[in-house]
C-alpha cells in the first residue's frame, strides 16, 4: 500500500479519493475451510482496507484533506451462510469505520470517510471466487450492474455521507437485522443458502485465492439478461433533500388549499 500510494502521488499528485475495494472470499460452510484459507480471506477483505486506509491517512492528514471511501456489502449488516469469512470481514470494516470516523472527528481533521454497502452486483466474482459447494453461484437476491455500484461510489468520494446503502435488498437486510435477528436467521438458513447456488455443476476454472487471475474479465459477470441497470432506491438516497423538499412544499400547498376551502365556504 505504500509503495502504490508513493508512486500515485509521484506520478500523479496528492491522492485527493482513496478506495478501498479489495476482497477474496470462499463459498464453504465453515467445516470444509481451513484455517489458511479462512484468515487469507480477513488479511485481504478487512485487513487490505486497514492498511490501505493508512497509507491514505499518512498523506491525507497533513493536507487536512481527502476522502476515503470503503466499498461495503449488505453482508456487513446482515450475514449469511456460505461466505462466513467473507461475511466477517465486512462487518469488521464497518466496526473499523465507525472507530476511525469518531477519531478524524476528535482530532478536528477534515478528512471524510465513508462506507457504501452493495447489494449482489454483476461482476465475474462468482466466477473466479473459490468454490467448494459442488454447484455454480450466484448472488443471493435481485442483481445490478456493476454501474450502480459506481455511480454510488463517486457518490460518496463528492458528498458528506456517513453511509451510503445501494439497492432495496440492503436497505431491507438493515432493516430486517434490526427488527427481527432470531427470526431472520431461519429463513436466511435455507433461503440464502439455496438462492447462492444453481442447479448446474459447477465448472472446474482458475480461482483467484491465492493469485490473481491472469486474464482481464472486465466488469460484467454471467448475468447480464438478469441484472438491472439502475436502482430507484439509489436515486431517491442521493437525491433526498430534493424529495424532502418536494414533499415539504406539497405539504405546505396542501394545508394552504385546505385553510382556504375551509375560508371559502365560512
Keep these: 500500500m505504500e509503495g502504490a500510494a508513493d508512486r500515485i502521488?509521484?506520478?500523479?499528485?496528492?491522492?485527493?479519493?482513496?478506495?478501498n475495494n479489495a476482497m477474496v472470499s470462499e463459498y464453504a460452510p465453515v467445516w470444509q475451510m481451513t484455517p489458511e484459507e479462512f484468515a487469507h480471506i480477513i488479511d485481504v477483505t478487512f485487513l487490505g482496507q486497514v492498511y490501505g486506509t493508512m497509507a491514505a491517512l499518512k498523506r491525507m492528514r497533513p493536507r487536512d484533506a481527502g476522502v476515503i471511501v470503503h466499498v461495503s456489502s449488505a453482508l456487513a449488516h446482515r450475514s449469511i451462510p456460505l461466505q462466513s469469512?467473507?461475511?466477517a470481514a465486512k462487518h469488521a470494516v464497518y466496526g473499523f469505520v465507525e472507530s476511525l470516523r469518531t477519531e478524524l472527528i476528535h482530532s478536528g481533521?477534515?478528512?471524510r470517510v465513508s462506507m457504501v454497502s452493495l447489494p449482489g452486483v454483476?461482476?465475474?466474482q462468482f466466477d473466479w471466487t473459490r468454490n467448494k459447494t459442488g454447484h455454480e453461484v450466484r448472488p443471493v437476491g435481485p442483481i445490478y450492474q456493476p454501474e450502480v455500484a459506481a455511480k454510488a461510489i463517486v457518490f460518496a468520494s463528492?458528498?458528506?455521507r456517513?453511509?451510503?446503502l445501494v439497492g432495496w435488498p440492503t436497505v431491507e437486510s438493515v432493516v430486517a437485522e434490526r427488527l427481527g435477528s432470531s427470526m431472520l436467521d431461519y429463513y436466511i438458513a435455507d433461503a440464502a443458502w439455496n438462492g447462492a447456488l444453481e442447479e448446474t455443476a459447477a465448472v472446474e476454472r482458475q480461482d483467484n485465492f491465492w493469485r490473481p487471475v491472469e486474464r482481464d474479465a472486465g466488469a460484467h459477470g454471467r448475468f447480464d439478461a438478469e441484472a438491472r441497470s439502475r436502482s430507484w432506491?439509489?436515486?431517491a438516497n442521493i437525491n433526498r433533500r430534493l424529495i424532502a423538499t418536494v414533499a415539504i412544499g406539497a405539504g405546505v400547498l396542501m394545508a394552504y388549499a385546505t385553510r382556504r376551502q375551509r375560508q371559502l365556504r365560512t
Excluded at 502521488?9 to 478506495?19: A, R, T
Design 162 to 164: 456517513k453511509d451510503v
Design 158 to 160: 463528492e458528498h458528506d
Design 109 to 111: 481533521s477534515r478528512v
Design 122 to 124: 454483476n461482476t465475474p
Design 233 to 235: 432506491q439509489l436515486w
Design 9 to 19: 502521488e509521484g506520478e500523479l499528485g496528492p491522492i485527493d479519493v482513496w478506495i
Design 85 to 87: 469469512a467473507y461475511c
